[in-house]
């Protein structure tokens, strides 16, 4: 059985257990349970708070986890990063009151960093070669400043909103660019039951990221649909009843779908229609 850690709360909680469903696992569960067995798929799924989700999988105790980035590599955990999941995109970024801004990060060295990521805080001033006391917080870090603990803060951040209302400014190059990663343990053995949880996290990212699309056009003018639309080996082309006159079916990139219309269109295509993909193995 494999065992498999997901966020309880935060931002990553709800899409993870949403791609978790569209895979086919957790399909009934209740909010508060902290252990769920998928017995049809021989899984078991923990929720752990997403700060700890790489520990107990670099510790070899579960098998696969998911969480950010950031959140792995603040762990120093052993457990290695396999697949990008697309969601809970974020930057670690340094801020800092409005009349210390000008000094950009020249003006952090000597001064205390309030963060709740240490280690990347860390890592950072050593290769930028700036000595900075580092506090460490567990959480609302923009409040840092206002109450005197410390005179910067270093955040994980998706708009900077919450930095901009707490009076500081967002100074220099993202620290880091995090997102939500799929993590393997150091001891999981390559078996039937991992590929098969891979292939199925991977598909979903497939299906997410392509539509099907289904036309009719003229024979003589296949060739040309079908660099328009290539699909992923080739297009599907059946004869329709109506003689010279072909339907043709492929995949293309979601965000490509509506050049495409267009193009097929401009082509002479009829019945243009796009549809979502549940799921997909390629």
Not at 91 to 105: E, P, Q, W, Y
Not at 178 to 185: K, T
Request: glycine residues 8%; charged residues 25%; aromatic residues 6%.
């Amino acid at each position: 059985m494999l065992r498999i850690a997901i966020p309880n709360k935060g931002q990553l909680a709800d899409p993870t257990q949403k791609m978790l469903r569209e895979a086919g696992y957790l399909r009934s569960h209740h909010p508060r349970d902290l252990v769920v067995s998928d017995p049809e798929n021989d899984v078991e799924f923990f929720f752990l708070r997403p700060r700890d989700v790489a520990t107990y999988v670099g510790a070899g105790t579960l098998d696969f986890g998911i969480t950010g980035k950031d959140l792995l590599i603040d762990s120093k955990s052993k457990a290695e990063s396999i697949m990008d999941l697309g969601f809970g995109q974020s930057s670690f970024r340094l801020a800092v009151t409005a009349d210390k801004a000008s000094k950009g990060i020249a003006g952090l060295s000597g001064i205390k960093i309030a963060t709740s990521y240490p280690n990347i805080l860390q890592s950072w001033l050593d290769k930028s070669s700036i000595k900075a006391e580092i506090v460490v917080l567990d959480g609302a870090v923009e409040n840092a400043v206002r109450l005197g603990v410390a005179d910067a803060v270093a955040d994980v951040v998706d708009t900077g909103t919450t930095l901009k209302q707490a009076g500081l400014v967002i100074i220099g190059d993202p620290l880091l660019v995090s997102q939500s990663v799929l993590l393997r343990g150091p001891n999981t053995k390559e078996s039937a039951e991992t590929e098969n949880f891979i292939r199925r996290i991977s598909s979903v990212l497939v299906a997410r990221e392509y539509v099907m699309i289904d036309y009719d056009i003229e024979q003589s003018k296949v060739e040309l649909a079908s660099k328009i639309t290539p699909g992923i080996e080739s297009p599907t082309i059946s004869p329709l009843h109506l003689a010279g006159w072909v339907a043709v079916r492929a995949m293309t990139k979601r965000k490509e779908m509506h050049r495409v219309m267009d193009e097929l269109y401009a082509a002479g295509a009829k019945g243009v229609i796009v549809t979502e993909i549940m799921a997909c193995r390629l």
